[in-house]
């Protein structure tokens, strides 16, 4: 992405967490209240180096799905905030997300990408399944409780 579609960036992000809060730690209150500022400086930090970068997937002029990735302080790569907006669903556009996030993520150099996602979310988990991705432990519970399923993907 680039810096100037902070905006965007913003609009599918509130719209994923409206629509599917189970999937992601963040709440849509929490992420709503943020002040432009902090949504200018993400998308900043996304659209420059390799440490973490976010893409949007359009149809037009509107963003229809979103996906990040960022490294932890000397470990592994994530996969993060994968979504794909209900209508443009099937269409490839996850896939599309996906294949975005392992280029970069060949590119800067990683040897494998990590994700967590949650029980019950089975078209993520074929969504991932089909793009490579290995079960690997159980992840993290999701902050209301529920099991999440880590996986792996070697670069």
Do not use: K
């Not at 992000?13 to 993400?42: I, K, S």
């Not at 990683?110 to 089909?130: C, H, I, K, Q």
């Amino acid at each position: 992405m680039r810096p100037e579609e902070w905006q965007a960036l913003r609009d599918a992000r509130l719209r994923a967490l409206a629509d599917a809060p189970a999937a992601f730690a963040t709440r849509y209150e929490e992420a709503r209240e943020r002040p432009g500022r902090w949504w200018v400086d993400w998308a900043a930090r996304s659209a420059t180096g390799t440490a973490q970068a976010m893409f949007l997937a359009w149809d037009g002029h509107r963003p229809v799905g979103i996906v990040g990735t960022f490294v932890e302080d000397g470990g592994p790569r994530w996969l993060i905030s994968m979504w794909t907006e209900p209508a443009a669903r099937g269409r490839g556009v996850g896939r599309a997300l996906v294949d975005a996030t392992v280029v970069f993520a060949r590119a800067a150099g990683s040897t494998e990408l990590l994700l967590e996602v949650t029980e019950g979310n089975d078209p993520a988990y074929a969504l991932y399944r089909a793009c490579g991705f290995e079960d690997g432990s159980p992840g993290d519970p999701h902050p209301d409780g529920t099991p999440t399923r880590g996986m792996r993907l070697a670069l």
